[in-house]
């Protein structure tokens, strides 16, 4: 009895903890669970990313843009990538104030994040932004956003779009402070097995080693699904930058595409803390009506 109520005080408090912790969700209108502040997340971000650019120190291309650091193949890469960069970076401001003259409530952070754009030399076709506006580019991805050839040449970059879509997608994780929300759930699923752990200390061991490892499942495919829902959010800010940036949201579809035969096997999309490559292809197409009438109202027409 003592051990129950030992484990009744610990799930209330849980449920404090995690009633106490919410803030609003502007892009989704939600109250979400959050423990990690956007200054801890930032300094974790530019941590992270110090460490990275170090492991891979002699692949980063053109890191100071100085005279006689680079080659002019590599700078037009660079500087690709960083114009994109900007032009997602001032929407992400004007996105962010647009919400909160609609009366949302929240911390906006796009005009005070240390925005960093790097390339990296690498065939891993990846890309990212870590919190406080840290962004990658991995050079194996530019022949998938370019002209799919198989090769990795400055052709790839003679249409940008499809590389907006990319980077517009990372750079809404950090917008919707994905990384935080993540390790905060994870804290809380630890922080839960603990209290089971406590509950099931009298069972025979057999029990309750099966207990736990029910719940190391179930907690694992809580966290893929919300990992998924996240990657979703960031499909869709990624969009609304693309079209005020002046990006065309028609390429993102056909990149979706194009990133799922790129993959090669993939387990089931429940498996996953993606969603399918075709479903994300899906729903940019449901989005696109809307995406392209924003679109020509800030850009003009599309041809």
């Known amino acids: ?29 939600k109250s979400e669970f959050n423990t990690i502040s956007i200054a801890q997340a930032s300094q974790l971000g530019a941590q992270s990313y110090q460490q990275i650019l170090q492991q891979q120190r002699g692949d980063v291309l053109c890191p100071t843009l100085s005279a006689g650091a680079c080659n002019d193949e590599a700078l037009e890469v660079v500087t690709t990538v960083r114009d994109i960069g900007a032009r997602l970076q001032k929407a992400a401001i004007e996105y962010e104030q647009d919400l909160l003259d609609a009366g949302w409530s929240f911390t906006p952070v796009a005009r005070d994040f240390d925005w960093t754009y790097n390339v990296i030399q690498s065939e891993q076709p990846n890309a990212f932004c ?3 506006g840290y962004v990658a580019v991995y050079t194996g991805i530019m022949d998938i956003t370019g002209n799919n050839d198989g090769r990795v040449t400055l052709a790839d970059l003679e249409d940008p779009d499809k590389l ?13 402070h994905h990384g935080a929300k993540r390790m905060s759930q994870g804290q809380l699923a630890q ?4 209290a089971v752990a406590v509950g099931v200390g009298d069972m025979d061991p057999g029990q309750r080693q099966m207990v736990m490892q029910a719940m190391g499942v179930a907690a694992q495919g809580g966290m893929m699904a919300f ?77």
Request: charged share 20%.
């Open 164 to 176: 907006a879509v990319v980077m517009g997608h990372e750079i809404g994780h950090a917008m919707a």
């Open 191 to 194: 922080l839960g097995m603990a």
């Open 130 to 132: 870590l919190p406080g």
């Open 227 to 303: 990992s998924r829902q996240h990657e979703t959010e960031a499909d869709k800010i990624g969009l609304e930058l693309l079209v005020r940036a002046c990006y065309d949201p028609r390429e993102a579809p056909e990149l979706w595409e194009r990133m799922g035969k790129a993959g090669g096997q993939r387990p089931p999309e429940w498996m996953s803390t993606h969603p399918a490559s075709e479903t994300r292809a899906q729903n940019f197409r449901e989005w696109m009506s809307e995406a392209i009438a924003q679109y020509e109202q800030n850009c003009g027409p599309l041809r």
């Open 1 to 29: 009895m003592n051990r129950g109520i030992i484990v009744l005080a610990g799930l209330v408090m849980l449920a404090v903890y995690y009633f106490s912790n919410q803030e609003t969700n502007p892009y989704s209108g």
